[in-house]
């Protein structure tokens, strides 16, 4: 279970954004759902990945982080000499909610 115990112990700080970005940009990127949020290219990519905070949701037993994420895609074609697919890269945008429980930081990441 991925845990988030940094962002946890921030969030009534005020470098709870920064915090928070460092902290998911720690985590395996595979973790993430980038390849599922994809709306451009086939293959997402994880590098100059960037995290935005939109919205921060206090509840009783979570804390509820909605992000924009901003990363880059291309259309993989087969990689043959004669392939005319040109390897450009995409801009792509998804948002992520963040359920981070309030107890013992267990966090669970969605596509939204």
Do not use: W
């Amino acid at each position: 279970m991925i845990q988030l115990n940094n962002s946890l112990q921030a969030v009534n700080s005020k470098d709870f954004q920064q915090i928070f970005s460092q902290e998911v940009l720690q985590l395996a990127l595979d973790l993430l759902p980038l390849q599922q949020g994809l709306q451009f290219g086939s293959h997402a990519l994880t590098d100059n990945i960037q995290i935005m905070v939109n919205t921060v949701r206090q509840q009783q037993d979570e804390l509820i982080v909605t992000t924009g994420i901003f990363y880059s895609s291309i259309i993989a074609g087969c990689n043959c000499a004669d392939d005319p697919t040109p390897v450009d890269l995409n801009n792509e945008y998804c948002e992520v909610e963040f359920s981070i429980n309030r107890h013992n930081a267990d966090t669970r990441i969605s596509l939204i």
